[in-house]
Protein backbone atom coordinates (compact mmCIF):
# COMPACT_ATOMS: atom_id res chain seq x y z
CA UNK A 1 0.00 0.00 0.00
CA UNK A 2 0.73 3.79 -0.98
CA UNK A 3 -0.13 6.80 0.45
CA UNK A 4 0.64 10.24 -0.65
CA UNK A 5 -0.50 13.49 1.28
CA UNK A 6 -0.95 16.86 -0.50
CA UNK A 7 -0.28 20.30 1.44
CA UNK A 8 -3.42 23.01 1.01
CA UNK A 9 -0.61 26.03 1.75
CA UNK A 10 -2.23 28.08 -1.22
CA UNK A 11 -5.36 26.03 -1.01
CA UNK A 12 -4.08 24.81 -4.64
CA UNK A 13 -4.93 21.37 -6.12
CA UNK A 14 -2.09 19.03 -7.10
CA UNK A 15 -1.77 17.11 -10.40
CA UNK A 16 0.42 13.56 -10.31
CA UNK A 17 0.91 11.91 -13.95
CA UNK A 18 2.23 9.09 -13.18
CA UNK A 19 4.09 7.19 -15.38
CA UNK A 20 5.48 3.52 -14.32
CA UNK A 21 3.31 0.97 -14.99
CA UNK A 22 4.72 -1.65 -12.21
CA UNK A 23 4.42 0.04 -9.03
CA UNK A 24 1.89 -0.07 -5.83
CA UNK A 25 0.49 3.71 -4.98
CA UNK A 26 -1.64 4.90 -2.67
CA UNK A 27 -2.37 8.72 -3.16
CA UNK A 28 -3.53 11.35 0.26
CA UNK A 29 -4.50 14.50 -1.33
CA UNK A 30 -6.79 17.74 -0.64
CA UNK A 31 -10.61 17.59 -0.16
CA UNK A 32 -11.05 21.35 -0.17
CA UNK A 33 -12.73 23.27 1.83
CA UNK A 34 -14.93 20.57 3.84
CA UNK A 35 -12.00 18.48 5.44
CA UNK A 36 -11.71 18.99 9.01
CA UNK A 37 -8.63 19.53 10.58
CA UNK A 38 -6.83 20.66 13.76
CA UNK A 39 -6.22 24.43 13.83
CA UNK A 40 -4.63 25.53 16.67
CA UNK A 41 -5.10 29.39 17.91
CA UNK A 42 -2.21 31.25 18.65
CA UNK A 43 -3.19 34.26 21.27
CA UNK A 44 -2.10 37.47 20.69
CA UNK A 45 -0.08 36.74 17.78
CA UNK A 46 1.07 40.31 16.78
CA UNK A 47 2.86 40.11 20.57
CA UNK A 48 0.72 43.57 21.67
CA UNK A 49 1.47 44.70 25.40
CA UNK A 50 3.40 46.98 27.10
CA UNK A 51 7.02 47.08 26.35
CA UNK A 52 9.95 46.78 28.95
CA UNK A 53 12.97 44.50 29.89
CA UNK A 54 12.21 40.93 30.48
CA UNK A 55 8.09 41.33 30.54
CA UNK A 56 6.38 39.17 28.11
CA UNK A 57 2.93 40.28 26.41
CA UNK A 58 -0.05 38.86 27.37
CA UNK A 59 -0.58 35.04 26.63
CA UNK A 60 3.27 34.88 26.45
CA UNK A 61 5.44 33.78 29.11
CA UNK A 62 9.35 33.99 29.47
CA UNK A 63 10.78 30.52 29.69
CA UNK A 64 14.66 31.62 30.84
CA UNK A 65 16.56 34.90 31.08
CA UNK A 66 15.08 37.90 30.31
CA UNK A 67 13.23 38.38 26.73
CA UNK A 68 12.34 41.86 26.04
CA UNK A 69 9.00 43.25 25.06
CA UNK A 70 10.09 45.72 21.90
CA UNK A 71 10.37 48.65 21.15
CA UNK A 72 12.64 51.09 22.25
CA UNK A 73 14.91 49.08 25.00
CA UNK A 74 18.15 48.12 24.54
CA UNK A 75 19.23 50.14 22.13
CA UNK A 76 16.58 48.38 19.60
CA UNK A 77 13.83 50.72 17.79
CA UNK A 78 12.74 49.06 14.92
CA UNK A 79 8.77 49.74 14.32
CA UNK A 80 6.51 46.28 15.06
CA UNK A 81 5.56 44.85 11.73
CA UNK A 82 2.16 44.89 12.96
CA UNK A 83 0.73 46.73 15.73
CA UNK A 84 2.87 48.45 18.17
CA UNK A 85 5.19 46.16 20.16
CA UNK A 86 6.88 42.49 19.28
CA UNK A 87 9.33 40.51 21.04
CA UNK A 88 12.91 40.12 21.05
CA UNK A 89 15.56 38.03 22.31
CA UNK A 90 19.87 36.96 22.62
CA UNK A 91 21.09 33.99 22.85
CA UNK A 92 25.33 32.85 23.89
CA UNK A 93 26.65 29.75 25.30
CA UNK A 94 25.75 31.01 28.93
CA UNK A 95 22.63 33.04 28.15
CA UNK A 96 19.75 31.79 26.39
CA UNK A 97 16.53 33.82 26.49
CA UNK A 98 13.52 31.77 25.61
CA UNK A 99 9.53 32.49 25.84
CA UNK A 100 6.31 30.85 24.50
CA UNK A 101 3.23 29.79 24.85
CA UNK A 102 1.03 26.78 26.08
CA UNK A 103 -0.98 25.99 23.17
CA UNK A 104 -5.23 24.96 23.71
CA UNK A 105 -4.52 21.82 22.24
CA UNK A 106 -1.16 19.51 21.36
CA UNK A 107 0.80 19.60 18.30
CA UNK A 108 0.03 15.65 17.35
CA UNK A 109 3.18 13.91 16.56
CA UNK A 110 3.65 13.03 12.73
CA UNK A 111 1.05 15.53 11.91
CA UNK A 112 2.27 18.21 9.25
CA UNK A 113 1.84 22.36 10.35
CA UNK A 114 2.01 25.20 8.95
CA UNK A 115 2.45 29.12 10.17
CA UNK A 116 4.06 32.27 9.47
CA UNK A 117 5.46 35.14 11.60
CA UNK A 118 8.05 37.81 10.57
CA UNK A 119 11.54 37.87 11.73
CA UNK A 120 14.25 40.59 11.33
CA UNK A 121 17.90 40.96 12.61
CA UNK A 122 19.09 43.60 15.22
CA UNK A 123 22.34 44.48 14.22
CA UNK A 124 22.47 45.94 18.25
CA UNK A 125 20.66 43.92 21.05
CA UNK A 126 22.54 45.81 24.14
CA UNK A 127 25.66 45.20 22.33
CA UNK A 128 27.12 44.54 18.97
CA UNK A 129 24.99 40.82 17.33
CA UNK A 130 26.62 38.49 15.12
CA UNK A 131 23.46 37.03 13.56
CA UNK A 132 20.20 36.93 13.58
CA UNK A 133 19.10 32.79 14.64
CA UNK A 134 15.52 31.54 15.65
CA UNK A 135 15.08 28.23 16.89
CA UNK A 136 11.13 26.91 17.40
CA UNK A 137 10.55 23.86 19.48
CA UNK A 138 8.06 22.07 20.98
CA UNK A 139 7.54 20.05 24.29
CA UNK A 140 5.59 19.23 26.96
CA UNK A 141 6.87 21.49 30.11
CA UNK A 142 7.63 25.10 30.07
CA UNK A 143 10.95 25.72 28.68
CA UNK A 144 11.25 22.20 27.35
CA UNK A 145 13.23 21.56 24.08
CA UNK A 146 11.66 17.88 23.85
CA UNK A 147 11.51 18.33 19.74
CA UNK A 148 13.55 20.69 17.46
CA UNK A 149 10.40 21.64 14.92
CA UNK A 150 12.50 24.47 12.97
CA UNK A 151 15.83 26.27 13.07
CA UNK A 152 16.55 29.01 10.92
CA UNK A 153 20.20 28.93 10.42
CA UNK A 154 21.82 32.60 10.31
CA UNK A 155 19.88 35.13 8.77
CA UNK A 156 21.16 39.79 8.23
CA UNK A 157 17.65 40.99 6.92
CA UNK A 158 17.40 43.76 8.99
CA UNK A 159 14.09 45.05 8.06
CA UNK A 160 11.26 42.38 8.74
CA UNK A 161 10.80 39.33 6.50
CA UNK A 162 7.96 37.26 6.05
CA UNK A 163 8.66 33.70 6.65
CA UNK A 164 5.72 30.80 6.33
CA UNK A 165 6.97 27.34 7.78
CA UNK A 166 5.65 23.70 7.65
CA UNK A 167 6.47 21.86 11.47
CA UNK A 168 6.15 17.90 11.37
CA UNK A 169 6.36 16.95 15.24
CA UNK A 170 8.57 13.85 16.47
CA UNK A 171 6.22 13.47 19.73
CA UNK A 172 2.99 15.38 20.87
CA UNK A 173 3.81 19.03 21.94
CA UNK A 174 1.87 20.99 24.46
CA UNK A 175 4.52 23.83 24.23
CA UNK A 176 5.83 25.79 21.28
CA UNK A 177 8.70 27.91 22.45
CA UNK A 178 11.08 30.59 20.44
CA UNK A 179 14.45 31.19 20.88
CA UNK A 180 17.54 32.17 19.31
CA UNK A 181 20.33 29.12 18.99
CA UNK A 182 23.15 30.26 17.29
CA UNK A 183 26.24 31.38 19.73
CA UNK A 184 27.81 34.44 17.49
CA UNK A 185 31.76 33.92 16.13
CA UNK A 186 32.56 37.76 15.11
CA UNK A 187 35.19 39.87 16.56
CA UNK A 188 33.40 41.43 19.48
CA UNK A 189 30.23 39.51 20.43
CA UNK A 190 29.64 36.15 21.03
CA UNK A 191 25.84 37.19 20.23
CA UNK A 192 22.88 36.17 18.13
CA UNK A 193 19.53 37.48 17.98
CA UNK A 194 16.35 37.85 16.93
CA UNK A 195 13.18 40.40 16.67
CA UNK A 196 9.56 38.09 16.45
CA UNK A 197 6.24 39.85 15.38
CA UNK A 198 2.73 39.18 13.61
CA UNK A 199 2.78 35.80 13.95
CA UNK A 200 -0.65 33.63 12.28
CA UNK A 201 -3.56 33.37 14.40
CA UNK A 202 -3.63 30.14 14.09
CA UNK A 203 -1.04 26.86 13.19
CA UNK A 204 -3.26 25.18 10.50
CA UNK A 205 -2.65 21.31 10.15
CA UNK A 206 -2.80 20.15 6.28
CA UNK A 207 -6.26 17.68 5.82
CA UNK A 208 -5.66 13.97 4.14
CA UNK A 209 -7.77 11.92 2.17
CA UNK A 210 -6.57 8.69 1.54
CA UNK A 211 -6.25 6.03 -1.35
CA UNK A 212 -5.12 2.40 -0.76
CA UNK A 213 -3.95 -0.15 -2.83
CA UNK A 214 -3.13 -3.93 -3.12
CA UNK A 215 -0.60 -5.93 -5.55
CA UNK A 216 -2.49 -8.02 -7.93
CA UNK A 217 -0.12 -11.63 -8.85
CA UNK A 218 1.45 -11.46 -11.87
CA UNK A 219 -0.71 -11.88 -14.95
CA UNK A 220 -3.70 -12.37 -12.68
CA UNK A 221 -7.08 -9.88 -11.79
CA UNK A 222 -6.85 -10.26 -8.28
CA UNK A 223 -5.82 -6.49 -7.35
CA UNK A 224 -7.70 -4.39 -4.78
CA UNK A 225 -8.07 -0.62 -4.32
CA UNK A 226 -9.90 1.17 -1.45
CA UNK A 227 -10.51 4.52 -0.57
CA UNK A 228 -10.61 6.04 2.69
CA UNK A 229 -11.81 9.73 3.66
CA UNK A 230 -9.93 11.20 6.84
CA UNK A 231 -12.24 14.15 7.13
CA UNK A 232 -15.13 15.74 5.47
CA UNK A 233 -19.06 15.67 5.41
CA UNK A 234 -20.34 12.42 4.53
CA UNK A 235 -22.40 10.40 3.52
CA UNK A 236 -20.19 10.28 -0.14
CA UNK A 237 -20.36 8.73 -3.17
CA UNK A 238 -17.75 7.02 -5.42
CA UNK A 239 -17.22 6.42 -9.01
CA UNK A 240 -14.01 4.39 -10.12
CA UNK A 241 -13.24 4.49 -14.05
CA UNK A 242 -12.72 1.89 -16.07
CA UNK A 243 -15.16 -0.04 -14.33
CA UNK A 244 -17.71 2.28 -13.26
CA UNK A 245 -17.53 0.98 -10.05
CA UNK A 246 -19.58 3.14 -6.79
CA UNK A 247 -18.37 1.14 -3.66
CA UNK A 248 -15.48 2.98 -1.90
CA UNK A 249 -13.52 -0.92 -1.53
CA UNK A 250 -13.37 -2.47 -5.61
CA UNK A 251 -11.69 -5.50 -6.12
CA UNK A 252 -10.85 -8.12 -9.02
CA UNK A 253 -8.70 -5.54 -10.61
CA UNK A 254 -5.90 -6.28 -13.13
CA UNK A 255 -2.77 -3.89 -13.06
CA UNK A 256 -3.20 -0.92 -14.63
CA UNK A 257 -4.41 3.19 -14.39
CA UNK A 258 -7.73 3.58 -12.69
CA UNK A 259 -8.98 6.94 -11.26
CA UNK A 260 -11.51 7.45 -8.34
CA UNK A 261 -13.53 10.54 -7.61
CA UNK A 262 -15.65 10.95 -3.99
CA UNK A 263 -17.94 13.27 -3.67
CA UNK A 264 -19.27 14.65 -0.54
CA UNK A 265 -22.27 15.85 0.71
CA UNK A 266 -22.06 19.28 -0.06
CA UNK A 267 -21.18 18.68 -3.59
CA UNK A 268 -17.32 18.68 -3.12
CA UNK A 269 -15.41 15.92 -4.63
CA UNK A 270 -11.62 14.67 -4.73
CA UNK A 271 -10.59 13.18 -8.05
CA UNK A 272 -7.22 11.11 -8.02
CA UNK A 273 -5.18 9.02 -10.61
CA UNK A 274 -4.23 5.03 -9.18
CA UNK A 275 -1.72 2.59 -10.40
CA UNK A 276 -1.55 -1.06 -9.70
CA UNK A 277 1.56 -2.63 -9.91
CA UNK A 278 3.44 -5.52 -8.43
CA UNK A 279 5.06 -4.74 -5.08
CA UNK A 280 2.97 -3.86 -1.97
CA UNK A 281 5.20 -0.43 -0.58
CA UNK A 282 3.29 2.14 1.34
CA UNK A 283 4.62 6.13 0.87
CA UNK A 284 3.35 9.42 1.89
CA UNK A 285 4.10 13.46 1.10
CA UNK A 286 3.27 16.40 1.36
CA UNK A 287 3.80 19.35 -0.57
CA UNK A 288 3.86 23.19 0.22
CA UNK A 289 3.83 25.65 -2.54
CA UNK A 290 5.46 28.82 -2.50
CA UNK A 291 4.10 32.12 -0.80
CA UNK A 292 5.86 34.47 -3.21
CA UNK A 293 6.70 34.58 -7.33
CA UNK A 294 10.64 33.45 -7.96
CA UNK A 295 10.60 32.31 -3.87
CA UNK A 296 12.56 29.28 -2.98
CA UNK A 297 10.26 28.43 0.65
CA UNK A 298 8.35 25.28 -1.00
CA UNK A 299 8.56 21.84 0.64
CA UNK A 300 8.28 18.26 -0.17
CA UNK A 301 7.86 15.78 2.82
CA UNK A 302 8.21 11.97 2.20
CA UNK A 303 7.68 8.90 4.19
CA UNK A 304 8.24 5.77 3.16
CA UNK A 305 7.66 1.90 4.48
CA UNK A 306 6.12 -1.29 3.56
CA UNK A 307 9.59 -2.01 1.82
CA UNK A 308 12.90 -3.35 2.83
CA UNK A 309 14.55 -0.48 4.35
CA UNK A 310 16.29 2.01 4.23
CA UNK A 311 15.35 3.30 1.76
CA UNK A 312 16.81 6.15 -1.11
CA UNK A 313 15.11 9.55 -1.88
CA UNK A 314 14.96 11.61 -5.05
CA UNK A 315 12.70 14.56 -6.45
CA UNK A 316 14.75 14.80 -9.00
CA UNK A 317 13.25 11.56 -11.22
CA UNK A 318 16.20 9.13 -10.08
CA UNK A 319 19.49 11.20 -10.82
CA UNK A 320 20.53 11.78 -7.79
CA UNK A 321 19.09 9.92 -4.24
CA UNK A 322 19.34 11.39 -0.47
CA UNK A 323 18.99 9.14 2.61
CA UNK A 324 16.97 12.37 4.09
CA UNK A 325 13.14 12.15 3.26
CA UNK A 326 12.68 15.93 3.86
CA UNK A 327 13.02 18.77 0.81
CA UNK A 328 12.87 22.31 1.64
CA UNK A 329 13.97 25.69 0.04
CA UNK A 330 12.59 24.04 -3.26
CA UNK A 331 11.37 26.63 -6.16
CA UNK A 332 8.02 26.30 -8.21
CA UNK A 333 8.29 23.52 -10.87
CA UNK A 334 7.44 20.06 -11.31
CA UNK A 335 9.08 17.37 -9.02
CA UNK A 336 9.43 13.49 -10.05
CA UNK A 337 9.38 11.26 -6.78
CA UNK A 338 11.39 8.08 -7.00
CA UNK A 339 12.16 5.95 -3.75
CA UNK A 340 14.14 2.92 -4.07
CA UNK A 341 14.28 0.63 -1.42
CA UNK A 342 17.05 -1.64 -0.58
CA UNK A 343 15.50 -4.70 -2.55
CA UNK A 344 15.98 -1.96 -5.79
CA UNK A 345 12.05 -1.77 -5.67
CA UNK A 346 11.21 1.26 -7.02
CA UNK A 347 8.51 3.74 -6.23
CA UNK A 348 7.54 6.38 -8.97
CA UNK A 349 5.69 9.69 -8.78
CA UNK A 350 6.12 11.88 -11.35
CA UNK A 351 5.04 15.78 -11.75
CA UNK A 352 4.45 16.58 -8.51
CA UNK A 353 3.35 20.03 -9.01
CA UNK A 354 5.00 22.80 -6.06
CA UNK A 355 3.18 26.11 -7.59
CA UNK A 356 3.87 29.92 -6.58
CA UNK A 357 1.59 33.01 -7.78
CA UNK A 358 2.28 35.49 -11.14
CA UNK A 359 4.99 37.67 -10.64
CA UNK A 360 3.76 40.94 -8.84
CA UNK A 361 4.58 43.71 -10.83
CA UNK A 362 4.33 47.10 -11.43
CA UNK A 363 2.82 47.54 -14.96
CA UNK A 364 2.53 51.41 -15.07
CA UNK A 365 3.77 54.93 -12.98
CA UNK A 366 2.25 57.72 -14.30
CA UNK A 367 3.07 60.83 -12.32
CA UNK A 368 1.34 63.83 -12.62
CA UNK A 369 3.34 67.00 -12.23
CA UNK A 370 2.38 70.15 -9.91
CA UNK A 371 0.28 72.59 -12.25
CA UNK A 372 2.11 75.71 -11.01
CA UNK A 373 4.32 77.58 -7.95
CA UNK A 374 1.56 77.91 -5.01
CA UNK A 375 0.08 74.26 -5.22
CA UNK A 376 0.96 70.91 -3.88
CA UNK A 377 -1.36 68.59 -6.44
CA UNK A 378 0.79 66.37 -7.43
CA UNK A 379 -0.02 62.45 -7.66
CA UNK A 380 1.08 58.85 -8.69
CA UNK A 381 -1.17 56.24 -9.96
CA UNK A 382 0.29 52.34 -10.25
CA UNK A 383 -1.19 49.65 -12.32
CA UNK A 384 -0.37 46.56 -11.13
CA UNK A 385 -0.48 42.68 -12.21
CA UNK A 386 0.22 39.31 -10.42
CA UNK A 387 0.66 38.24 -6.55
CA UNK A 388 -2.01 37.82 -4.10
CA UNK A 389 -4.71 40.39 -4.34
CA UNK A 390 -5.52 42.40 -1.98
CA UNK A 391 -2.77 44.63 -2.49
CA UNK A 392 -1.31 47.69 -0.35
CA UNK A 393 0.22 50.71 -1.39
CA UNK A 394 3.04 52.93 0.42
CA UNK A 395 5.61 55.24 -0.60
CA UNK A 396 8.34 54.24 1.54
CA UNK A 397 9.50 56.81 3.89
CA UNK A 398 6.33 58.13 4.40
CA UNK A 399 4.81 55.78 6.76
CA UNK A 400 1.44 55.22 5.80
CA UNK A 401 -0.45 52.72 3.82
CA UNK A 402 -3.64 52.37 1.84
CA UNK A 403 -5.56 50.08 -0.52
CA UNK A 404 -5.93 52.89 -3.53
CA UNK A 405 -3.55 52.90 -6.20
CA UNK A 406 -3.23 56.73 -6.62
CA UNK A 407 -1.46 58.47 -4.28
CA UNK A 408 -2.56 62.47 -4.65
CA UNK A 409 -1.34 65.81 -2.78
CA UNK A 410 2.04 64.84 -3.10
CA UNK A 411 4.99 67.75 -3.28
CA UNK A 412 7.75 68.01 -5.86
CA UNK A 413 10.68 65.21 -5.56
CA UNK A 414 11.10 61.99 -5.87
CA UNK A 415 9.24 58.86 -4.43
CA UNK A 416 9.93 55.25 -4.56
CA UNK A 417 6.85 53.30 -4.10
CA UNK A 418 6.03 49.76 -2.09
CA UNK A 419 3.02 47.32 -3.22
CA UNK A 420 2.62 44.58 -0.56
CA UNK A 421 0.27 41.84 -1.89
CA UNK A 422 -1.95 38.98 0.23
CA UNK A 423 1.37 36.62 0.46
CA UNK A 424 3.39 39.78 2.19
CA UNK A 425 5.19 39.83 -1.72
CA UNK A 426 6.53 42.93 -2.82
CA UNK A 427 7.72 44.97 -5.36
CA UNK A 428 9.04 48.61 -5.12
CA UNK A 429 9.13 51.27 -8.21
CA UNK A 430 9.85 55.07 -8.43
CA UNK A 431 8.40 57.64 -10.09
CA UNK A 432 9.38 61.70 -9.88
CA UNK A 433 7.23 64.72 -9.53
CA UNK A 434 7.94 68.40 -11.03
CA UNK A 435 7.02 71.75 -10.14
CA UNK A 436 6.21 74.03 -13.61
CA UNK A 437 7.37 77.56 -12.62
CA UNK A 438 4.97 79.70 -13.50
CA UNK A 439 1.58 81.45 -12.08
CA UNK A 440 -1.11 79.85 -11.17
CA UNK A 441 -4.02 80.52 -13.23
CA UNK A 442 -6.56 79.19 -15.76
CA UNK A 443 -6.63 80.73 -19.61
CA UNK A 444 -9.10 79.94 -22.87
CA UNK A 445 -7.94 80.26 -26.13
CA UNK A 446 -10.39 82.75 -28.13
CA UNK A 447 -9.99 80.45 -31.60
CA UNK A 448 -9.94 77.07 -32.10
CA UNK A 449 -9.48 75.22 -36.08
CA UNK A 450 -11.36 71.73 -35.54
CA UNK A 451 -10.17 70.59 -38.66
CA UNK A 452 -8.62 67.31 -38.40
CA UNK A 453 -5.18 68.53 -38.86
CA UNK A 454 -3.81 67.86 -34.89
CA UNK A 455 -3.19 71.28 -34.09
CA UNK A 456 -5.41 73.48 -32.08
CA UNK A 457 -8.54 70.72 -32.93
CA UNK A 458 -10.04 71.04 -29.37
CA UNK A 459 -11.17 73.82 -28.02
CA UNK A 460 -10.27 73.36 -23.86
CA UNK A 461 -9.21 75.38 -20.86
CA UNK A 462 -5.27 75.84 -20.25
CA UNK A 463 -5.47 74.58 -16.17
CA UNK A 464 -2.33 75.85 -14.43
CA UNK A 465 -3.90 75.40 -11.38
CA UNK A 466 -5.08 73.06 -8.59
CA UNK A 467 -8.95 74.07 -9.79
CA UNK A 468 -12.12 72.54 -8.13
CA UNK A 469 -15.86 72.58 -8.94
CA UNK A 470 -15.01 73.09 -12.71
CA UNK A 471 -17.46 74.13 -15.73
CA UNK A 472 -17.08 75.19 -18.77
CA UNK A 473 -20.21 75.76 -21.19
CA UNK A 474 -20.15 77.09 -24.90
CA UNK A 475 -23.38 78.90 -26.27
CA UNK A 476 -24.48 79.33 -29.69
CA UNK A 477 -25.44 82.80 -31.13
CA UNK A 478 -28.81 82.66 -29.93
CA UNK A 479 -28.07 81.04 -26.70
CA UNK A 480 -28.25 77.56 -26.52
CA UNK A 481 -26.10 75.54 -25.05
CA UNK A 482 -24.33 73.75 -26.71
CA UNK A 483 -21.34 71.89 -25.04
CA UNK A 484 -20.85 71.36 -21.40
CA UNK A 485 -18.30 69.58 -19.12
CA UNK A 486 -16.72 68.98 -15.52
CA UNK A 487 -13.79 68.08 -16.34
CA UNK A 488 -10.97 70.61 -17.24
CA UNK A 489 -9.01 68.13 -19.24
CA UNK A 490 -12.10 68.10 -21.35
CA UNK A 491 -12.82 70.17 -24.93
CA UNK A 492 -15.43 71.25 -27.28
CA UNK A 493 -14.38 69.61 -30.76
CA UNK A 494 -16.92 71.61 -32.24
CA UNK A 495 -20.21 68.97 -32.70
CA UNK A 496 -23.15 69.34 -31.61
CA UNK A 497 -25.73 66.31 -31.43
CA UNK A 498 -23.09 64.85 -33.66
CA UNK A 499 -23.12 67.70 -36.52
CA UNK A 500 -20.19 69.72 -36.67
CA UNK A 501 -21.33 73.68 -36.10
CA UNK A 502 -20.85 76.07 -38.53
CA UNK A 503 -17.45 78.67 -38.43
CA UNK A 504 -17.73 81.69 -36.48
CA UNK A 505 -18.77 83.00 -33.33
CA UNK A 506 -19.39 81.18 -29.97
CA UNK A 507 -19.63 82.31 -26.70
CA UNK A 508 -17.92 80.39 -23.74
CA UNK A 509 -18.63 80.60 -20.18
CA UNK A 510 -16.03 78.80 -17.39
CA UNK A 511 -16.47 78.94 -13.54
CA UNK A 512 -14.49 77.48 -11.05
CA UNK A 513 -13.04 77.39 -7.38
CA UNK A 514 -8.87 78.49 -7.82
CA UNK A 515 -6.41 76.91 -5.22
CA UNK A 516 -6.70 79.57 -2.80
CA UNK A 517 -10.34 79.02 -2.20
CA UNK A 518 -11.71 81.79 -4.69
CA UNK A 519 -14.91 81.52 -6.69
CA UNK A 520 -13.87 82.56 -10.34
CA UNK A 521 -15.77 83.34 -13.52
CA UNK A 522 -14.70 83.36 -16.89
CA UNK A 523 -16.36 83.95 -20.29
CA UNK A 524 -15.43 85.51 -23.66
CA UNK A 525 -16.07 85.01 -27.07
CA UNK A 526 -14.53 81.93 -29.47
CA UNK A 527 -13.95 81.78 -33.10
CA UNK A 528 -14.39 78.36 -34.50
CA UNK A 529 -11.91 79.07 -37.73
CA UNK A 530 -12.54 76.42 -40.46
Keep these: MITLIQSTASVCKVYFLLHRALIILSIICCLCKTLSAQDIPIRNPSFE ?73 PPIYYTRICAGSLGIYGGNGFNSKDDTLWLSGEFYNTGWQRKEIT ?23 KYSAMLLDNLSESIREVPQIEVSVSKPCKNSNNGTAAVRVKAGEGPYTYRWIPGNFSDSTVSHLAPGWYTVRVTSANGTSAEQKVVIGEYEVQVKASLVNNSCYNSDNGAIY ?15 GGASYSSSSIFTSLPAGSYNVKIKDAANCNVVVNKLKITAPDELKILNVTARNIACNTVQNGSIALTVQGGTPNYVYSIIGAGSEQSDSIFTGLNDGKYRIRVTDGNYCMVEGEAEISRETRGCALYLPTAFSPNGDGKNDIFRAVVHDDVKEFRMAVYGRWGEMIFETKDPERGWDGMFKGNMMPAGHYVYMVTYTDSHGQDRKQTGTLVMVR
Excluded at 99 to 121: E, H, R, W
Design 167 to 189: IRPKVDCDYLLFSPYITGTCDSS
Design 49 to 121: GTAGLAIMPAEWVIGSKSPDTQPCYNRVDKLASDGNTYVGAMHDDSWDETFGQKLSSPLKAGKIYTFSFDIAY
Design 302 to 316: LTASGGVSPYAFSID
